[in-house]
Structure formats: C-alpha cells, structure tokens
C-alpha cells in the first residue's frame, strides 16, 4: 500500500517512510492512495475470536507492507502483552446494561489511552531507524496525556531521544510526577516558563528552522502520526466483536474527542466493512467538532477562545486529523481539501452547508453531541450511582452524548479514554471519594524528578537539543 496527500502534492510513499514523518510536505496529512482495504463477511467471521495482538497484526498487515510480517507480527506482539495492558484482554469490555457498553482503553503505562497506539509505536521506530541505520530525536509540546504516552512508549529505545517541553508548573501533579520521575537517559523533559502555547510556538519555531531539524534529526509523534491512527482501528474491531454475537450485526461507538484521532480510527474500521451504526462525537465546551457535524461549519477557534476544562485532553482549537475525513469527504479530490483549508488559513473556517460534502456526510454515520462541567459531575455521578463504576471526565463526556444518540436495538459502546485517577479533582467533587490508583502509582509525586527549566525561549532549547544530540 502507497500513501499520498490529502492535498496532493506528494509522491505516492510505503509504510516506513511515512512513520517518521508529521505532515506531508504539502501541508496536507498521508492517506492511502486507494482508499481503504475492505474486508469481505468471511475474513470479518474470520477474526471473531482471536486476541488482541493477532487482531492487530490481521488489521495492521492490511497498511503495512514494507515491514516484513515475521519481524511486524513479532513488534505487536511485543507489544500488546498484559505486562504492559495489564489483562490478555488488554483492552477489557464491561456490559454496563443491556445494550451500553465501556471498552478500557486505558490500562497502558500512562492511563490513557493514547498508550493504544504509542507503545506500538516506540517499537516501530525502534526497528525501522535500527534497519536504516539513523536516529532520530522528538521534540514535542504537551499540557498532559501526549508527552507521558511519547515518553514512556521511547523510554530505552535505541536510536530515540525525547525532549518533552511541558509548561512549567501547570501540569497535573500526577501527570508532572508521571513525566518527570523518568530516569532514562533518553529522556529529557524541559519545563518552560510560560503556558502551552509557549511551547508549542517553540516546537513550531524549531520545526520551521529546516537547517537546524535536519542537522539534528528531529521528528514528532502527534497525532497526526499514520501509524497511531491504524493501531487505534484494531480496538473498534475488538469492542465490536466483544459487543455482538453474530456476524453483520450493528454497533455504534461513543468517542471522546479533541484532534479527531480516535474517531477517525473508528471511520476507518467502518470504511474496512466492520458493521459500525454510528459514530457518536462527543466534545466539552471546545465544540468546533460538533459544531461541524451538527451545522457543516468549521470555524477553528483564536487561542483566546479555547477553554480550560476539566476534560483537558479535549481542550482543542482546531481538529488536526479531521482534514483525513474531509478528504474522504470530497470523494479523494485533493483540489477541494487544498482549497478548504486554503480558506482555513485565510478566513480561520469554511462552511459545507448546501454543498454537495454537506450531502454526502450523513452516509457517514457521524452524530454529535457536547457538554459542559456540570453535565460531567452529573455523568460521573449518574455513573457511579447506576453501575458502581468510576469513569473520568473524558469519558464522562463520551457517556453523556452516548446516551443522547442510543437506538433502541443497537449496542452502544464507549470508549473509555482515562483512567479517573488521573483526573482525581474532578472526581473527589463529583462523588467526594477519591478513585483508586492502579497498583503501581502510589505516591509517585514523592519520586525524584528529572527536568530542566528553562525559559520561553527558542534559542535555549535549541541549545539544550544541539547539546545533547549532536
Ligand atoms: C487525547 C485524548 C482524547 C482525545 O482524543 P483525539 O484522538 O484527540 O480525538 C480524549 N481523551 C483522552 C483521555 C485523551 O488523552
């Protein structure tokens, strides 16, 4: 399989040579020049049944060819073990009720489930840059879950550094202490003095300086990473086959969303042929995706705009993976994708409403939904009161609209995306307990820390990164 760009101005590139990379060099995100692969009813029976890391290497072989399949099925298998998911289910289903659903995908390393696609990752970096003889060094930006899932997915790889840059002091405690208490050598979190946007326009300065990323081989994991988004369509296949019984019955899958990352994996697996109702997208009060799906508006917000809520993985301006879809959208043409962000960029929106990608989007399954603080403290109370279960605010999020859009007759299954420990304000105020942690995270914030601190400056940590990187 050969993947080009979303707006067309890219030579059609294999697997590997992708992996490394952020956006296109157009601009545009890689997609597969062809479409999806589909899967007939009888590989789709075929995969009831087996286990997690089987079912990847059965969705995964379908996009990566240029990794031979020995050494791919050995890289997953290494990688979905319950030493590192904590259960051979490794993502666990719960039947809450008749018909409603929680697929865990939070039971990695870092209790969210960004740990899904970045553990894979790590080992494909790791054999890829070993096979070509390279290293690579990535400099990202985090407020929280991305930078703890990149850490501990790179963590002792050969051929990787990380350098981290996280706003100094306005992390979580249990985040910060998660980041910092890393001792591996290759490993460096630099807290900046500023706020996220602080470091992510030093990324960005960085990234923009090509002299300087290509002598010291810098490279990013965020989400629009191609390899995170096939790892994630392996746990609808999963969730789906833990929710039915037969074969072509219908499911429908609740989201909690922010870059569009998850859901467009749940896009995926429906656009294989896995027999997916709806996708229900659930946002907080950062709603520019439900919006869109609600009004076919897409207006990204000012960063003035965006607000802090207690769901801060969700905390988005624009959705960066959501480019993927609208390219689906269009039907693959690259010159109405070049033109709708070419007027993003110019106007900050573009409005399918009337048009014919307005038309064509219920064909999709998207419904939509979004709440509020309250109508999270109410979920996890709800929650907690029906079921005797804890679930975070992301997932609360998810649980709310997931309830708006049930179909009498359909599963409804939600994606849990935290663990409640790691939000645990949140959870003292909803239900005045504290959530358990895992085995494991007890008094991690009494660790010993490794970080710099450094100020809002892109010439120190240009510094720091030539220093330490050569
Ligand atoms: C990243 C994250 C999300 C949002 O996922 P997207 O792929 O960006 O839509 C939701 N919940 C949690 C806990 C996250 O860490």
Known sequence: MRYVSTRGGMAPARFTEILLEGLAPDGGLTVPEHGYPRLDAAELAAMRGLGYADLAFAVLSRFIDDIGASDLKRLIDATYTPAIFGSAAITPYTALEPGLGLLELSNGPTLAFKDMAMQLLGNLFEHVLARDGRDLNILGATSGDTGSAAEYAMRGKR??????????????????????????????????????DDCQDIVKAIAGDAAFKARHRLGAVNSINWA????????????????????????????????????????????????IRRLVLATNENNVLDEFFRTGAYRVRGS??????????????????????????????????RALWQRVDAEGRFDLAGGPLMAALP??????????????????????????????????????????????????????????????????????????????????????RHFEVMPASAERVKAFVAAHAP
Do not use: C, W
């Not at 979580?172 to 202490?177: D, L, M, N, R, V």
């Not at 050598?185 to 996220?196: D, K, M, S, T, W």
């Not at 679930?391 to 609209?401: C, F, L, S, Y």
């Open 159 to 196: 051929g990787v550094r990380v350098f981290m840059l996280s706003p100094h002091g306005r992390m979580s405690p249990f985040q910060t202490a998660q980041m910092f208490s890393l001792a591996d050598p290759n490993i460096y979190n630099i807290a900046i003095e500023g706020v996220f």
């Open 228 to 275: 995170r988004v096939v790892a994630q369509v392996v746990y609808y296949f999963k969730g789906y086959f833990a929710a039915t019984r037969g074969d072509g019955e219908e499911v429908s899958f609740a989201v909690p969303s922010g870059n569009f990352g998850n859901i467009y994996a749940g896009h995926v697996a429906r656009m294989m042929g896995l027999p």
């Open 304 to 337: 003035a705009e965006t607000r802090q809520t207690s769901s801060p993985s969700m905390d988005i301006s624009k959705a960066s993976n959501f480019e993927r879809f609208v390219h689906d959208l269009a039907g693959g043409d690259a010159a109405v994708v």
């Open 363 to 448: 064909r999709y399954g998207f419904v939509s939904g979004s709440s509020s603080h309250a109508d999270r403290i109410a979920t996890i109370r709800a929650t907690h009161a029906r079921y005797g279960r804890i679930i975070d605010t992301h997932t609360a999020d998810g649980m709310k609209v997931a309830l708006e859009q049930r179909e009498t007759g359909v599963p409804m299954v939600v994606l849990e995306t935290a663990q409640p420990a790691k939000f645990e304000d949140t959870i003292v105020e909803a239900l005045g307990i504290r959530p358990p942690r895992p085995p494991g995270f007890a008094g991690i914030e009494a660790l010993p």
